[in-house]
C-alpha cells in the first residue's frame, strides 16, 4: 500500500471531472418519419445516485494497468449490466491511512453520496499503529459523513493483519471493523480480501495489492454486500 506520485493524474482529476459532471434535461428525440408529428414524450431517467469508495491503494487499484480494473471499477461494471441507476466513484489513495483519510474527507463529501464504503486501515496496521487510534480515526469518518447526510448509507471493509504482526495485535485490529458495524448500525464486509489474502497467483509480487484477477474476486465479495442496498431488487 505504497503512496504513488500520480495521486492528482488518479484521483483528483477523475474527482473534479465527476463533480463537475452537469447532467443536461432529458430532450425527446425528434420524429424523423413525420417532422409535423410532435414526438411522444419519454418517462424522465431515474435520478443516479453515488456510491463512493473511500479507501487507500486496495480501492484505488494499486500496480494495476487502469485503475478501472480495480474492485470499484468492476462494481460499476455490474450496476451497468443490470442498468440501476448508481454510479461509482473511486476516491482510493495509494499509501493512505486512518488518520490521512480523515483529513482528506471534507474536500471529498463536497458531492451528495448516498452509500460510502469504507476502506481503511491497512496501512495503520502494517506499519504497527495502534488500534484504537485507527478505531477513533475510523469513527471520525463515520461522524463526518453522517454530519454531512445522515441517510447516508454506511458499509465498512473489514481486514485483517498477518499473523507475523502477532496473535493480540492481529485480533484487536479485526476486532475494530465489527464494533464500528455494530456501533453505527453500518454493513460490515467482515473481510475485504477473503479468498484472495494470501494467494500468490491473486496478487502482486509484493503480497499485499491484488492483481486484476484477485480485484474480480474482491469485487464479488463486495457485491454480496452492496446489491441489497441498490434497487431494483435482483
Known sequence: MQTTTSFHARILFPLLTAALIIISPFLPAANSANPSTPAT???PPAAVKTILFFGDSLTAGYGLDDPALAFPGRIQEKITAEKLPWRVINAGLSGETTAGGLRRLDWIMRQPVHIF??????????????????????????DKVRARNPATRIVIAGMEMPTSMGTDYTTAFRAI??????????LLIPFLLEGVGGDPKLNLPDGVHPTA???????????????PLLSPSP
Open 41 to 43: 414524450p419519454a418517462s
Open 117 to 142: 464504503v469504507l476502506e481503511l486501515g491497512g496501512n495503520d496496521g502494517l506499519r504497527g499503529l495502534s488500534p484504537e487510534v485507527a478505531r477513533t480515526n475510523l469513527q471520525g469518518i463515520i
Open 177 to 186: 471493523y465489527a464494533e464500528l458495524a455494530r456501533k453505527n448500525d453500518a
Open 213 to 227: 484477477e484477485g480485484h474480480i474476486i474482491v469485487a464479488e465479495t463486495v457485491w454480496k454486500t452492496l446489491r
